[in-house]
Nanobody, 115 residues
Framework: QVRLVESGGGLVQPGGSLRLSCVASGFTFSIFTMTWYRQAPGKGREMVATMSSTGGITNYADSVKGRFTISRDNAKNTVNLQMNSLEPEDTAVYYC????????WGQGTQVTVSS
């Protein structure tokens, strides 16, 4: 059974940090490109950060460059998103995505940035 389980979301004040994790199971994690997406209320889903299967290629949305860092551990089937200097505009549901021979999505984790 394929699963992507996100964790680490929550409520944080502006300027704070959160670390999201996504644990994968049921497929060959190491051959999949892993991406974090987010969807804010009333808006479409947007790519936040992506990392190639070996970790050699990363890409970030302009709005998070210099603040967010994506990483992965293929031995632990995990992809992380370190989010620093959070802003209210980062408030959204964050989703983990795996793309390869097939595409899988997690259920999402809520991140709220508010004072």
């Amino acid at each position: 059974q394929v699963r992507l389980v996100e964790s680490g979301g929550g409520l944080v004040q502006p300027g704070g940090s959160l670390r999201l994790s996504c644990v994968a199971s049921g497929f060959t994690f190491s051959i999949f490109t892993m991406t974090w997406y987010r969807q804010a209320p009333g808006k479409g889903r947007e790519m936040v950060a992506t990392m190639s299967s070996t970790g050699g290629i990363t890409n970030y949305a302009d709005s998070v460059k210099g603040r967010f860092t994506i990483s992965r551990d293929n031995a632990k089937n995990t992809v992380n998103l370190q989010m620093n200097s959070l802003e209210p505009e980062d408030t959204a549901v964050y989703y983990c995505n795996a793309r390869g021979p097939f595409e899988f999505w997690g259920q999402g984790t809520q991140v709220t940035v508010s004072s």
